[in-house]
């Protein structure tokens, strides 16, 4: 299994730019989730689904979209990249099952927003 | 509110020394899970230990160790016999039953320098 895997692992912007982040797992999780990690903030929720065709919002969604339409893909969209968006970026995924739940993550994708 | 909070920001130790990571959370549910993540330097979040708020045995697994008091909200991580390898950013975090499915809130991470 490859597990989590994220491309780019780099990628700068321009403001205004738009990009997405991919996101896949071979693991046959119903549950992935994208953080960002800021310094001093650890990582926090930015979208997660529960399984194709279902997303939700995380704690900080403004500016990204995502969608769901195979289990094994989960992007992350910018739609007009802000300098506020400069951060590490995070994707993960679990079972949903009890005791199998532990997320696990990907090498994560460091963005530079200019 | 921070509902996960590491107040040690760093934490430097020469190798073989223990390390203890502090981490207090807050919560109303009766139902939560804490985990340990692991940040070495090339970015990685590798995953430690899970517990869940209905098991309170501590447990040593090989040089790591942790101890769950619920009565104090507290999850403290111990690395014992510390090595250079162990250095790394260290995150505590939090889900809760009610809270958004698989949602984990960490704190804010605390780095361990061990020097040979």
């Known amino acids: 299994n490859a597990g989590v895997t994220q491309t780019p692992k780099f990628q700068v912007l321009k403001t205004g730019q738009s990009m997405t982040l991919q996101c896949a797992q071979d693991?046959?999780?119903?549950?992935m989730s994208w953080y960002r990690q800021d310094p001093g903030m650890g990582l926090r929720l930015i979208h997660y689904?529960?399984?194709?065709?279902?997303?939700d919002q995380g704690e900080v969604p403004n500016g990204y979209n995502v969608s769901r339409s195979t289990t094994e893909d989960f992007p992350l969209r910018l739609l007009s990249a802000a300098p506020s968006q400069t951060s590490v970026y995070f994707c993960?995924?679990?079972?949903?099952?009890?005791?199998?739940?532990?997320?696990?993550f990907g090498p994560g994708t460091r963005l530079t927003v200019l | 509110a921070q509902k996960v909070t590491q107040a040690q920001t760093e934490i430097s130790v020469v190798e073989k020394e223990d390390v203890t990571l502090d981490c207090v959370y807050e919560?109303?549910?009766?139902?939560?899970?804490l985990f340990w993540y692991k940040q070495p330097p090339s970015g990685e979040l590798v995953f430690l230990i899970r517990?869940?708020?209905?098991?309170?045995q501590n447990e040593i697994s090989g040089r790591y160790s942790w101890n769950f008091q619920k009565s104090t909200s507290s999850f403290n991580f111990t690395i014992t016999a510390s090595q250079v390898v162990d250095s790394a950013v260290y995150f505590c975090?939090?889900?809760?039953?009610?809270?958004?499915?698989?949602?984990?809130?960490f704190g804010a991470g605390t780095q361990v320098v061990v020097t040979p």
């Open positions: 993960a995924s679990s079972y949903l099952t009890y005791g199998s739940d532990t997320q696990y």
């Open positions: 689904s529960v399984g194709a065709g279902i997303t």
């Open positions: 975090a939090l889900s809760e039953q009610s809270d958004s499915w698989g949602k984990l809130q």
């Open positions: 693991m046959n999780h119903e549950y």
């Open positions: 517990r869940n708020s209905f098991d309170e």
């Open positions: 919560t109303r549910d009766t139902t939560y899970y």
